[in-house]
């Protein structure tokens, strides 16, 4: 089983939108997902009870009485697992030794590129799993403005690879009030979102 992480130290960054919509994009494309909900606001699990019926299915990854991800359900071969804002020390080990891939949301604001730079080093120094690979994801961008070109020049002197950018719009806030993503609604209504998602899934894939 594929296991994706969303992570950030940072709250409020995007990581339960990144999250459920990986989630909607797996499941749409056949697979048996199961998303994992470990921050405290339970904000993916509350996603996943408002999800109708007749959307594709997604299989909650339930928690042990630790608090931890107990087994993952039987039959799924793609999970995402949300994490909750400062992660770090066990808690970090732990989700780090069961992942493939890890996926860091940050918005175009000074505290996100700070909060990025004690993360990117904490992981280096706790140490990723050797083929796990770590990507960048921008939230809430907005094209042509001073951030967005701050955010740009921020990310040429990590590492890590940028492996999407997705813009600043209210589809994510309106679909997700009813547990729905971009793929569950007709294409031609999140067209342009669509089309910033296609890179990052290709990465998750290997691609």
């Known amino acids: 089983m594929q296991v994706i992480a969303v992570a950030n130290p940072k709250g409020g960054v995007g990581k339960s939108t990144l999250a459920t919509n990986l989630a909607g994009a797996l499941a749409q494309r056949g697979h048996s997902v199961a998303l994992g909900d470990l921050d405290r606001q339970q904000s993916a699990r509350q996603w996943l009870d408002l999800r109708p019926a007749a959307a594709r299915p997604i299989q909650t990854w339930r928690l042990d009485d630790a608090g931890d991800l107990a087994s993952p359900p039987k039959g799924a071969d793609r999970a995402v697992v949300d994490t909750p804002a400062g992660l770090h020390g066990k808690k970090l080990r732990a989700v780090l030794g069961q992942v493939d891939r890890i996926l860091i949301p940050l918005q175009p604001s000074l505290f996100d590129i700070q909060a990025i730079h004690g993360f990117l080093q904490e992981l280096s120094e706790v140490g990723v799993p050797g083929s796990a690979q770590i990507g960048l994801v921008g939230m809430r961008v907005k094209d ?50 669509l089309d910033q998602w296609a890179p990052l899934l290709a990465w998750c894939q290997g691609r």
């Open 144 to 193: 042509h403005t001073i951030a967005q070109d701050r955010l740009q020049e921020f990310l040429a002197t990590l590492k890590a690879p940028l492996v999407a950018t997705l813009r600043d719009t209210q589809n994510y806030v309106h679909l997700a009030a009813h547990g729905l993503t971009l793929w569950d609604v007709t294409p031609s209504r999140v067209e342009r979102d």
